[in-house]
């Protein structure tokens, strides 16, 4: 038990300092609330409507398109690193390994023009 005595003093000293970091700002700080310093801050602009609003469904499939494309990214990166290190990629394997990533370079730019033909990208349209 002796041998973890420093580790629990080590812990004892984290949790204390998350407390009083947490704690000693709301105790020492003034507090006088106005009506200006209550009212939610929108980027400067005073907040006009409900917040309660929906979002409008491009944005989140903008949010999809990002994710398959930076998925798409994590699998071209690596590749494109193991093609040009010393020791990565095996000269006979190069050619499969390059139809592999065409393929899959292919099926992103397919992905993005069915996005770019169903509108995904137009904000303006009626």
Known sequence: ??????????????VGMAVFTTLFPHLISPRKPTRVKDMPYESGMDPIG??????????YLIAILLLVFDVELLFILPWAVALRAEGGIPLDDRAG?????LLLIGTL?????IAWKKGVFEWRRQ
């Open 1 to 14: 038990m002796a041998q973890y005595l420093p580790i629990l003093i080590y812990f004892g000293f984290v």
């Open 50 to 59: 409900s917040a309660r609003q929906p979002l409008d469904v491009k944005f």
């Open 97 to 101: 390994v390059l139809g592999v990533m």
């Open 109 to 113: 730019a397919l992905a993005y023009l």
